[in-house]
């Protein structure tokens, strides 16, 4: 009975774990054949023969291409804005303390808890009540894509920073370093591999919102509404072109900046 | 803003800097989040009959709530049904992968946790769109299913709740994994290893000794997996049909056709549930642990 329960907890439990991991795959499989394929009709999103054609003209679907910038612009917009303002918030909740420090916890805390669809709701709600209803577009995707980036980034970077030994700092002013030089040439670098990843996780959530855009959009097609727009009508294959590239930067970013890390480790 | 971030590292003698950094991001915060919730709650209470061209009236109309609750019960609950099973599918299928990363993985730890991240590189909408192609009529899984009689001969996955429930669990298991993950990987191997000792079986020291100290992982994940699940609207879009709706697409279409005051007070009763459900967590786990 006992070595039963060994077995099952050596193996089948690592079984388990790799199918499930492997699941995980299986629609992102799906997304790379798909980016090389051409379907038996513009109408049908099936398998029909292989085709290079997809890669070669990603731009060929109307919309998709700019849609692609627009979604670059307000990407690149709200991770400076959020990875700003969400670094200044991690600082000052992990360095200080005072009093409503637990309702700040907390007011950061909500919009990662609220679902997107009331995060959406409220906003478009705020939007038409002041007027603005009218001029939806790039701004608010932008203004909405900020504030629920920010808790993202102050997670991320608090983290980073409760992980710090903060005796480095003090030795660093114990050997004569002022206030500015300690934060800049210790406390900096230290946080910083944190204030990356926040910034980078940031741009990723932007990059794919689909239900908070959806609300603030108005005319303004990011590509996530432009595929939801699709899925209405025809989807053309090209959409799998982007999700594939986009998966393998993303994976080549996060392995490069592995091995920085390793290389970096045994140097040290 | 840059004045700001050259002060933190000498905290408490300071005359509160807190303040100057924690501001600009409050103010944000409370522009864009906090205001709004409150126009929410506002617009709720707006007069019905009211319109985008004509204006809305605040009337302090409760009877909203009651109306738009009586008349999409069912998505509502559809919604949270729908919800509960992909949190519990995504438990079943994320504990023994968070596990097998915590204990089984060794130096292959680091590249199964990007493993588990990757799929969030492809963009949401067309990893979903992929499982219209998976749970097709003419697909792989629906032939399977009808050969071994899981389905009947004209049956179908796509346009089902069984669909619907299959996409949420797909595309927030992560969510489950990596809180997961994260509390098993804390605690210390010798207190399963003194289980052993003290004769429990395997089966025994995970349940008396692992679980019990991975339950603050499991409540985080089943929070982060049910709170995006419920207020969804994509899964059901693309992988059912009308009969799937959920309190998400109800909301989302309510906006569209400019209903704010129902859509309005629907959100704000979803938003209730979340903050309560919340509110029990912060009482077990407190303000600090917050994620």
Not at chain 1, 59 to 76: A, D, F
Request: net charge positive.
């Amino acid at each position: 009975m006992v070595r039963l329960g060994r077995w099952i907890s050596g193996h089948l439990v690592l079984t388990a774990g790799l199918a499930v991991l492997t699941y995980m795959f299986v629609p992102i499989i799906i997304v790379v054949l798909m980016s090389f394929n051409k379907p038996p009709s513009r109408a049908l999103y099936t398998f029909g023969e292989p085709t290079l054609a997809n890669w070669l003209k990603p731009c060929e679907p109307e919309g998709l291409c700019s849609s692609l910038i627009t979604s670059v612009q307000i990407g690149l917009l709200a991770t400076v804005a959020a990875t700003a303002l969400g670094t200044l918030m991690a600082f000052g909740l992990v360095r200080h303390r005072f009093r409503g420090r637990p309702v700040a916890n907390v007011v950061i805390f909500l919009p990662m808890a609220s679902p997107e669809v009331v995060l959406g709701a409220s906003l478009l709600a705020l939007f038409v009540a002041v007027g603005f209803g009218g001029v939806l577009g790039f701004w608010t995707i932008l203004v909405a894509h900020i504030m629920f980036c920010l808790s993202f980034v102050v997670v991320t970077v608090r983290a980073r920073l409760q992980g710090m030994d903060s005796r480095l700092e003090q030795a660093a002013m114990d050997l004569y370093a002022t206030e500015s030089q300690a934060f800049w040439k210790v406390t900096f670098p230290l946080v910083f591999p944190g204030i990356l990843s926040a910034a980078l996780l940031a741009f990723a959530l932007s990059f794919d919102a689909v239900i908070i855009t959806n609300f603030n959009s108005g005319q303004t097609t990011t590509f996530p509404m432009y595929v939801w727009g699709a899925a209405q009508r025809d989807i053309p294959m090209q959409i799998n072109v982007v999700g594939t590239a986009m998966f393998a930067l993303a994976v080549a970013a996060v392995l490069g900046g592995e091995m920085l890390r390793r290389r970096r480790e045994r140097v040290q | 803003m840059s004045s700001a971030t050259s002060a933190p590292s000498m905290p408490r003698r300071r005359l509160s800097p807190a303040w100057l950094l924690l501001l600009p991001g409050a103010l944000w915060l409370a522009a864009f989040f906090l205001v709004p919730l409150v126009q929410l709650v506002a617009t709720s209470l707006y007069d019905p009959t009211g319109s985008e061209e004509l204006g809305y009236a605040m009337t302090w109309e409760f009877g909203n709530y009651v109306d738009s609750l009586a008349f999409y019960a069912e998505p509502f609950l559809r919604g949270f049904a729908y919800a509960a099973i992909a949190t519990l599918l995504c438990l079943v299928l994320g504990y023994p992968l968070a596990y097998t990363m915590a204990f089984k993985a060794g130096r292959w730890k680091n590249l199964m946790l990007i493993l588990v991240i990757a799929p969030f590189f492809t963009s949401f909408l067309v990893r979903t769109l992929a499982w219209k192609l998976i749970l097709a009529d003419n697909g792989f899984v629906v032939g399977v299913g009808r050969t071994l009689g899981l389905l009947a001969d004209d049956g179908r996955l796509l346009a089902t709740g069984i669909a619907v429930v299959a996409g949420l669990t797909y595309n927030f298991l992560p969510f489950m994994v990596l809180p997961l993950y994260v509390s098993l990987e804390k605690i210390d191997h010798r207190l399963i290893e003194a289980a052993g000792d003290l004769y429990a079986s395997p089966l025994q020291g995970f349940r008396r000794v692992t679980l019990p100290l991975s339950m603050p992982g499991v409540v985080a994940g089943t929070l982060l997996t049910f709170i995006p699940s419920a207020g969804d609207f994509i899964n059901s879009r693309l992988l059912g049909d009308t009969t799937t709706q959920m309190i998400g697409n109800v909301i989302e279409s309510r906006f569209k056709v400019g209903d704010y005051p129902a859509a309005a007070a629907l959100s704000v009763t979803l938003m209730a549930f979340i903050v309560a459900m919340v509110a029990v967590y912060i009482r077990r786990a407190g303000t600090e642990e917050l994620l």
